[in-house]
């Protein structure tokens, strides 16, 4: 899982309650980026941010935030606008220096179950 | 919206037999790329391929891309137990640069 750590591993949470999802690298990484995955299925585009101070929305962002205040961080927060948030929360980073070279380094996770 | 269509979506092998994925893809592409992914745990990295390539090996991995007809494959050789795992191709966009959009995944058993 290289040098990216998501916290917590495993979250609860209830109904109606926002979470916020920790992502950090040491890998002085330009981007990262924000998927979800559902069981038995490929990886969906949340949110992504090429630099600090900005961000874009992936294929999926409704009822999801992110900031990117510091280069080494990307925490994701799943509001209660998200109406299915139970699933896989993986975190990625890329260096970014050759679009047609670049590969991503995957954080281990955060599953995440709405009670 | 998801790029890469995987088949098989579960393939089940015998240790030191080989293992073909396929993917395909709609759209044009920057580059296409293979991760691996344990049960429970983030993706790794496999091999990527240039859209002006058209084979490339690593170890004993084996890619191929074909981008007139939108297709990949990802060829294993001599399959071992600790290759048991899902694998993903990811297409990588010309516009935003370094976006990937993953396949479904194709679900690997190799037993002994």
């Known amino acids: 899982d290289g040098g990216i750590t998501q916290s917590p591993k495993y979250l609860f949470r209830k109904e109606g309650q926002n979470v916020t999802l920790s992502c950090e690298q040491n890998l002085n990484h330009d981007a990262m980026y924000w998927y979800r995955q559902d069981p038995g299925q490929g990886l969906r585009l949340i949110y992504y941010s090429q630099i600090v101070n900005d961000f874009q929305k992936g294929d999926i962002a409704e009822g999801y935030s992110v900031s990117r205040e510091k280069k080494e961080s990307f925490p994701l927060t799943v509001t209660s606008a998200q109406k299915n948030p139970t699933a896989f929360y993986l975190c990625a980073s890329s260096i970014q220096a050759d679009p047609s070279t670049d590969t991503q380094y995957f954080g281990p996770g955060t599953r995440l179950t709405v009670l | 919206s998801q790029q890469g269509e995987e088949d098989p979506q579960a393939l089940s092998i015998q240790e030191g037999e080989n293992a073909t994925m396929n993917c395909s893809y709609k759209?044009?592409?920057?580059?296409l790329q293979w991760y691996r992914q344990n049960s429970g745990r983030g993706l790794v990295h496999l091999i990527l391929i240039r859209s002006n390539e058209r084979e490339k090996h690593s170890g004993r991995l084996r890619v191929t891309l074909d981008t007139s007809k939108k297709s990949s494959s990802l060829l294993i050789t001599a399959s071992r137990a600790a290759d048991t795992a899902s694998y993903f191709c990811?297409?990588?966009?010309?516009?935003?640069?370094?976006?990937?959009?993953f396949g479904t995944g194709t679900r690997l058993q190799v037993t002994l």
């Open positions: 990811a297409t990588g966009s010309l516009s935003p640069a370094s976006k990937l959009t």
């Open positions: 759209t044009s592409i920057n580059n």
